[in-house]
């Protein structure tokens, strides 16, 4: 039987969360597979280990620490989830999207996601980061979205828009803070697969014709629940490797960690010049 996470359930992980922070966190952040460095860029900050918050979901990936860092950015008040866990666990959707439900309840209004994703374009190149445009919710067009199930009427309505999922005006601050600090920044549609098998070259061609630029695990129930929630979301994806459209190719788990060392300096600068414009 699926699991449906409970407002009870949310307001007990957000109480555990309140009890070890002194400031109510504005933006939320969540740090993809090898990204994790990035919660270093947090000042005066709190950390919480999320196995030790009731009802949260523990992630069981290499490269997803399982903290949360509350603090400050940019003279933002942050918390930035180092690791997220993925449907592909064996946890439910409604489980998989807690975190972005307790960070409602906290008091976030803006969310960063980033992601590892692997590239669909073949312009895009291992190391490369990608704006956000657009996702293709390939989880949820065969049932599993993560609004399924009964409607959290506290957080938002039962049929929420999702036309402008990634938040316009954020992306042009994206746009800006890139072209300040001199890294090169593609705009993209990102596909969501289940996982945890990397995708076969027919399962890239067969998404690269339906539009898509880069492929994932992640994100897009994140994305979801947030503007259902009233949450803006601006997204980025490090490209952890080429597009193998034609199977000549072998893609691993290190790659994509590997790659991370790469994305994670030009992450910061986009994601700091965008907290020093809000």
């Not at 039987?1 to 359930?9: A, R, W």
């Not at 005006?169 to 890139?178: D, E, F, S, T």
């Not at 992640?218 to 997204?235: N, Q």
Request: charged share 20%; proline share 5%.
């Amino acid at each position: 039987m699926e699991t449906f996470v409970t407002v009870e359930q949310i307001d007990q992980a957000a109480e555990a969360v309140r009890t070890h922070i002194s400031i109510s966190p504005k933006t939320g952040m969540i740090l993809g597979s090898g990204l994790g460095e990035l919660a270093e860029m947090v000042e005066q900050a709190s950390v919480i280990p999320v196995a030790e918050i009731p009802n949260w979901p523990v992630s069981t990936v290499l490269g997803h620490q399982g903290k949360l860092v509350v603090g400050q950015i940019e003279r933002q008040s942050v918390l930035v989830l180092q690791g997220r866990v993925h449907f592909y666990e064996g946890y439910s959707m409604s489980q998989v999207t807690l975190p972005i439900r307790v960070m409602k309840r906290l008091g976030v209004e803006n969310l960063i996601v980033t992601n590892a994703a692997g590239a669909i374009n073949p312009a895009f190149k291992p190391g490369d980061v990608m704006l956000i445009n657009d996702h293709i919710n390939i989880i949820g067009m065969s049932g599993e979205n993560p609004l399924r199930g009964p409607n959290l009427s506290e957080f938002g309505e039962r049929f929420p828009d999702m036309s402008q999922a990634y938040d316009r005006q954020y992306m042009v601050l994206a746009r800006r803070a890139a072209e300040r600090s001199g890294v090169p920044l593609h705009e993209g549609i990102y596909a969501c697969l289940a996982g945890p098998s990397f995708e076969s070259p027919a399962d890239l061609r067969f998404l690269r014709a339906a539009g898509a630029d880069a492929v994932g695990m992640s994100t897009v129930p994140e994305v979801i629940v947030a503007r259902h929630s009233g949450i803006r979301v601006l997204g980025l994806s490090g490209i952890s490797n080429k597009a193998n459209l034609d199977g000549s190719t072998i893609t691993t788990h290190e790659e994509v960690l590997e790659a991370g060392k790469v994305i994670a300096p030009k992450l910061k600068s986009i994601i700091l010049g965008v907290l020093g414009q809000l």
